[in-house]
Structures are given as C-alpha cells and as structure tokens.
Nanobody, 115 residues
Framework: QVQLVESGGGLVQAGGSLRLSCAAS????????VGWYRQAPGKQREMVAI???????NYAESVKGRFTISRDNAKKTVYLQMNSLKSEDTAVYYC?????????WGQGTQVTVSS
C-alpha cells in the first residue's frame, strides 16, 4: 500500500502563506490524478485542488487565485502553495487520489489561520 505523508501546516495570520507537501512512498503515485482535500471541524471533507499526471490542474472556487497545486514526480511529492489565507481555510489538509481516494489516508496536516 502507498503511504502518504502530509506536512507543512501551521499557524499563520490571515493574509499569510503556507506550502504543504504530500510525499508518497511509491512511484506509482505519479500515475494518478492527486487531490488536496481539507476537513474543517464539523464539516465534510472537501476537495480544494487537483493535479493530473500531465500537470493539468483544477481548483475549488473558494481557493481559485490563491492556491496553487504542483507536483515533482522525481520526489513523488505533490505541493499546495497557499497564499492570501483566510480564517475559513482553517482545516486539516490531506492528499489522496482523485476522484476516488483509493490510497490510505495520511495523518493530515493542520492549517490554522488566525484573523
């Protein structure tokens, strides 16, 4: 089973930036469309950004223009650059395949935005 490890979260003020990383244990990860998901307290997990094997991307409306997803296949890693953070971005962020999350979920990384 592919293991996913998310990192890079933290506490940041509104308007600040963070860069999240999702590192996979196996190179087969590079073949999949991968998404960053987030789950805020009391809410369902939602997709925020996806990137396919060719580098094509798509974003949830709530993060368009602020978040950028990218991948480095040599490192088996997908990144999420988050700029102009808002308090509503506070959540635990996870990565997994998209549209069906078929890999084991990692522990996620907490992002907290203070207003």
């Amino acid at each position: 089973q592919v293991q996913l490890v998310e990192s890079g979260g933290g506490l940041v003020q509104a308007g600040g930036s963070l860069r999240l990383s999702c590192a996979a244990s196996e190179s087969i990860f590079n073949l999949y469309t991968v998404g960053w998901y987030r789950q805020a307290p009391g809410k369902q997990r939602e997709m925020v950004a996806i990137i396919n094997g060719g580098g094509g991307t798509n974003y949830a409306e709530s993060v368009k223009g602020r978040f950028t997803i990218s991948r480095d296949n040599a490192k088996k890693t997908v990144y999420l650059q988050m700029n102009s953070l808002k308090s509503e971005d506070t959540a635990v962020y996870y990565c997994n395949t998209f549209p069906a999350p078929i890999m084991n979920w990692g522990q996620g990384t907490q992002v907290t935005v203070s207003s």
